[in-house]
């Protein structure tokens, strides 16, 4: 809520990671079309031509760039904001704002990045006429779901971090982990009903699902998961938030 007062700030905050990042780029935003193309094609490699897996009925080329989508912006998101409070330390100690306005920002500039690899996403749909019905407006509200808890985790990890540098460092490893914990390059439908019990409960696995499920399968969502996966994302936003504001008074004198 306080948000409000600064958001011309967090506007400057957000123009600037922007700006700072194509700086001097040869090919400036369209970087961010550069990872989820060339993981697509590896994956595609991978389980077309070594493994010859067939992941879905559809096009695997969609399987894999659907589920590259929803991951590429939340791993995008962390490694900007983990750091975001650290790193800007002199900003810190100088003046007063609120200090979820660095992390945020970093959010901001994965989510700009997201919406260019989704627009590619819908040029895809034409070329392999994906017939797209109404169902596929459960993006919006999958894709809040999706912006909510990256906000989660990374507010609860940039403030972690100024305390405890480790968390950066086990950043690269944390993701790695998690990768392999969302069905990013696999479904879970063929899976015993054991892990995937385990699977839900890392919210991106039903965000990374029924993305693929409304948009490619023309299915319809499973509304008891939508809520109760709804609910532990505002939950734990909630939480994440209170902690930030709890430990960022320290900030100054910390870091």
Known sequence: ????????????????????????????????????????????????????????????????????LPWLFFSSALNYSIPSLTTQ???????YFPREILPISGIAVAFIDYLIALALFVVFLVIYQIKVSWLALWMIPLTAMLVLFTASVSIFLAGLNVYYRDVKLATTFLLQLWFFASPVMYSIDKLDMKIKVLLFLNPLTFIIENMRRCVLED?????????LVGGIVVLSYKLAYRYFIKIERAFADVI
């Open 1 to 68: 809520m306080r948000l409000r007062k600064y958001r011309d700030l967090l506007l400057i905050f957000v123009w600037r990671e922007f700006t700072v990042r194509y700086r001097q780029s040869s090919i400036g935003i369209l970087w961010a079309l550069v990872q989820p193309l060339s993981m697509m094609l590896l994956f595609l490699f991978i389980f077309s031509y070594v493994l010859k897996v067939q992941n879905s009925s559809y096009p695997q080329m969609l399987f894999f760039y659907a589920g590259l």
């Open 89 to 95: 330390y002199q900003l810190i100690t100088k003046i």
């Open 219 to 227: 299915r319809d969502i499973v509304y008891w998961q939508f809520f």
